[in-house]
């Protein structure tokens, strides 16, 4: 069992450890730029709201 300490006081944990694969993320500078570019060419202005105050962006 794995003991945890949180602010000086010892606990033990109840339950093992899952065993999932790990996954390995990758990043695509392509595809984000294409998906920036496609919401940017999207001409609607985003409307905002902040504690009742309406923006456009």
Same mark, same amino acid.
């Given at each position: ?5 949180? $602010?000086? /006081? #010892?606990?033990? !944990?109840? /339950? %093992?450890?899952? &065993? &999932? &694969?790990? =996954? %390995?993320?990758?990043? $695509? @500078? @392509? =595809?984000? &730029?294409? $998906? !920036?570019? #496609? #919401?940017? @060419?999207?001409? %609607? ?5 902040? $504690?009742?105050?309406?923006? /456009? /962006?």
């Amino acid at each position: 069992m794995t003991t945890l300490t949180y $602010r000086g /006081k #010892a606990y033990t !944990q109840n /339950k %093992e450890a899952s &065993k &999932k &694969k790990l =996954v %390995e993320l990758t990043y $695509r @500078s @392509s =595809v984000y &730029k294409s $998906r !920036q570019n #496609a #919401a940017s @060419s999207n001409n %609607e202005t985003a409307n905002l709201s902040y $504690r009742g105050i309406n923006y /456009k /962006k």
